[in-house]
Each structure stands twice: as structure tokens, then as C-alpha cells.
């Protein structure tokens, strides 16, 4: 008897419930492990078969509001790289990963349909708790209760992603916290409350030895390369690649390629060279690949689960180096090994907290997640609160956000990162440019968009969601709702009905974290010979491009004045656009010297609440 397993987010073999259960079944001799790419949320045309007159049936994938592709070609590739390496690792076992094209209810009934269809007993995948993947899950149920005629068993298994059990939590999600700080306190030590990941399977049944072929007019390539190219290809037409000069010398923070197998090794590189027990101190850098763990991408994918990265790091806390995979054992020379909890792994371990309570928060709230006025609208709506009294939206919300049809030109100089703004302007061609830019870069950027420009937040997330190499519905949905003043933020609402309370103000932030405007130089073209010889003036000039003329006006010789190669560079900055028409001045006093005056620019010449 046959059972086909339909991955979505769980693309690995260790700590998988399925693959565990699958070992030695008493019912299946065999298994059918399904990946099928969504034409909603994966641009398919690509596969479409290199034939004269043939298109793709489904629509573009494409974002609701501002339209962007839904999988931009960096996740596009992350994710090409995670199926092949679980195409490889499930062959290793005898067995393979078939991929297919198709909303997956559609690619399901031609499954149980015919010849092949007589033989399959069970239909199993992982519960998905976003809305269009519990979607998915109720159309193929459907399904297989019709086609298969009550014959064909149905299971859907916890998928195991979060870091702490749903039957360990203390609450129901309906009855969850609408903060994170009494989320946190309810749940006790987490070390009593993490179950231990489940072991890599010692073998699998095999696949079985004949299965239909891919309707036309798909085909699906026999290479990564091939597969890589095909998701790629419809994307490659863009009109910010010729607005975005190509930075000089820059390297990606994120150049690691998809898969469990990468996953595991980046795990083993973050504990063996102390980056780890780091984090706390480097967390908000802005360059390099180990300031953070770059875990993100490979957890979002299901590449990895939250609880192997706590037993990983348990194990190198308690001194356990027979509970990590047998090449990881020179973890006995790593500083640190043995004496517990530090507080860099304390930090690790309170970010993947903070995960599972945005996967919390999006099962409690459901579409909420997508809603202009997000979390706190349904919480007012909850409380039975008005709509829109005294001017105000539901939760205290500001109504008037600008749409992104009145914003469009506004957003393009966002996207294109050609604000004025040097942190935003780095973060966003980083972005473009890579799949990746830092979470401090992020909630900068966020906050920009909808506390600065006062434009729709939830056009920055579909960006960020077209974008993103560590894409996450619930994260990135939940974060820019809890930045943009709508989400859980505790601080979030405003007083007078503002937009929220928390606002960053990301001249000081430049300050704070790109002191030197190294990250500025890196990813801003125009920027990378400003500020080498290191005075004040010119980094004020990259981290606020609209200042060029302050900062020239000033005497020479003058504490913060500019010379030589950094001069040069200043001056031809006059006459672009983005710098003599920033999209908003912001106002940031910065003290330059001991006894030097304070030098300001201006928004609307308001001074801004306190800055993070």
C-alpha cells in the first residue's frame, strides 16, 4: 500500500514526525514524498516546457497590493537548493522526492485518480497554521474524502516547528498574551519545557516503482542548476536594477546555501567558533555573515526545527557531546564548553521564543495578520470598541495611511534604497541585492516606511515577503505590524491616535551602529569614498546625503569639516536627485566635538520622540 507525504515547510529528515513514523510502518511498504510548488505563492511559468504556443494555466504570483512576486529569485533559489539537498538525502535512503506543479488539491485528485490512485491508503502532511496553507490543507482533505471514498486515510501531524510543544504550552493560542513579556513569564524554564528533537531516520520505505508523470504543460528539470534557472528566469525583469549602482567589493552577510545538510553546518560553525555565545554582544551589527546566526532562513523553511538548535546548544552547554551528530565532537575545544547557559545562547534562545509567539499570535488572530490595522484592530473589535470614533481606527490607530497607489512614487525610492537616508538607502539595496539585510536594518527600514512616510505598512511586507531569503509568514507579517504601531508592541499605540508610539529615528541609529558609515559605504555606490579618512563631517554626509551642502559650507579647518579623497566624493553628490530631494529630513542633533556647536537638520523642524 502506498502513502504519499506532502512537504511544505518541513523539508528535512531529522526531527521530521513523519519520516520518524514511517520507519518500519507496519501498513506502507511504500512512500511517495510530494513537494509541489504553489503557482499563488511560487512564479511556475518558468517550468513551463520550452514549446512553441505553451503558457502557464495560473496566474502570475504576484503580492495583493503592490504586486510584487510573491518568491523573489533569492528565496527562489534558497528553496531550490533545500529540495534538492532532501532530493539527495532521501535517495541516500533508497527513496526520493517527487516534484510537481499545481495547486496542491489538483495535483492530490490526479494522484487518487486511476491506476496509481487504486494503491494509495493514506495521505499525510504537517499542520501550517497560516491562512492560505490551512487552505491548502482543507481542499486536499476534501479531496481525499471524495476520491478516496473512505478508504484512503488522512493525517495531518504537528509539524514540530516551534520550540516548544503546543501541549507543553500553559495557554490555548485564543488565550494567549497580547504581550510577549507575559507570554514569556508563564512559561517557566524553558529548558524543562523544550521536548528533544527526533533522530535522522535509519531507513524508509521505498518509492513506489511507478508514478504519473507531470500534467501537462510543466515538466520539472533533472538538475539543480536547471531547477534554479527555471524558478528564476520569469524574475529577471526588473527596472530597480538599472536605478541601483552595483556596490564596490561588497559580500553578501548571507551566502549560504539552502538545505539540512547547510543547516547542520552552520549550527557546528556558530558553536565552534564562539559565534554563539557571541550573539548577545554582535546582534546588531550590520556586516559580515557571523554577527548573527543567520539561522532564520533555514528555520523558515523547515531546513531545520527550533528545538535541534536548543539541543544543540544544550549540548554544548552541559557538556554532552554524544547528543550531537558524531562529526561535532571537537566541541569539547570550544571556549565555554561545559559551563552552561551563556548569554549569548540565553539570547539565541529567546529569539526562537519570540518566533513561536508570533506563530502564536497569527493562530489567535488569523487574517488579522494581513489587516491594515492588524492585531489591535481585532483586539478592539474583541472589546466591542467603535471603528473609526472620533476619527480614530480601531486600537487608537491613525486612519490615514497613505495608500500605495498615492504613495507609488514614494515607495520606489524606498525599494530602490534613494530615500536621503543613508541607513535605509544601504538596507534596501542590501535587500534587493542579496535576500538579506540585519534585523536591526529591518525594523529601521519599518519604521521609516510607515512612522516617517506614512505609507501603508503592509506594501513594505509584501516587499520584504518578495525579498527575503528568510521569509516568514508569521514574522515578518508580525513584526511589521508590531513596528508599525498596529501589532503587539506594548508601546505601540500613540497618543491622539498615532500610528503608534515606538519610533526609530534612523540618522541616530547610524549613528549608533554605523558609526564609521561602513555599512553605509558598502551598499550605497555613490557613498563609498565618503568618510574613509574618518571625520565627522563627511560620515554625517553618508548617514544624511542631504546635509552635503551644510557640511561643505563649513570653514576650512573647522571641527567636522572635510578634506582630500572624502571632499571630492562629497561634492559629487550635489546634483543627485535623492540627495538634494531627500523623501523627509530628519532631525538629529549630533554632538561633533567637545566644545563644537551642534549640528540639526529638520523635519518640518518637529523634534521626534525618543529614539531606539
Known sequence: MYLVYLLRRDLRLSDNPVFHALQNHPRYTHVLPLYIFPPSQIEVSGLVQSRIGAKSPYPEARSRIGKFWRCGPHRAKFLAEGLWDLKSELEALGSGLMMRVGHMDEVVRGLLEGGFGKKVAGV????????????????????????????????????EEMLIHDNDLPMKPDNLPDTFTSFRKRLGPLDRSVRPPLPRPASLPPLPPSTPPQPHPFKIPDSLDGLIDALQRPLAASDLASTIPPPIDAKSAHPFIGGETQAHMRVEHLLLSGAMSTYKDTRNGLLGADFSTKLSGYLSHGFIT???????MSAF??????????????????????????????????????????RLCMRKYGDSLFSLYGFRGQQARSTNELPHRKGKAPGGVHPSWKSFESARAEFKRFQSGTTGTGLIDASMRELY????????ARQNCASFLAKWLGIDWRVGAEWYESMLVDYDVANNWGNWQYVAGVGNDPRGAGADGEAGGRRFNPVKQGWDYDPRAEYVRTWVAEMSDVGHEGDLGSIEVALAGWKVHEVLARRAGQLGSVSGRSKEAIERLRGLEWV??????????????????????????????PAY
Request: with cysteine; aromatic share 10%; glycine share 8%.
Open 124 to 159: 499525510w502532511m504537517t499542520m501550517d497554521w497560516a491562512s492560505e496553507e490551512l487552505e491548502q490543507m482543507r481542499d486536499v482533505r476534501a479531496i481525499v474524502d471524495k476520491a478516496g471514498k473512505g478508504n484512503v486515510e488522512w493525517k495531518v501531524w504537528d509539524g
Open 433 to 440: 541585492l542579496t535576500g538579506y539585510t540585519s534585523n536591526r
Open 317 to 358: 552547554e552541559d557538556a554532552a557531546a554524544d547528543q550531537v551528530p558524531r562529526e561535532w565532537r571537537s566541541l569539547v575545544e570550544c571556549p565555554g564548553y561545559g559551563q552552561g547557559e551563556n548569554k549569548g545562547t540565553a539570547a539565541v534562545r529567546f529569539e526562537l521564543l519570540w518566533r513561536d509567539y508570533m
Open 580 to 609: 538634494e530631494r531627500p523623501l523627509i529630513k530628519i532631525d538629529y542633533k549630533k554632538r561633533i566635538g567637545r566644545n563644537s556647536e551642534e549640528t540639526t537638520g529638520a523635519v518640518a523642524y518637529r523634534r521626534e520622540r
Open 306 to 312: 527550533a528545538r535541534q538548535v536548543h539541543a544543540w
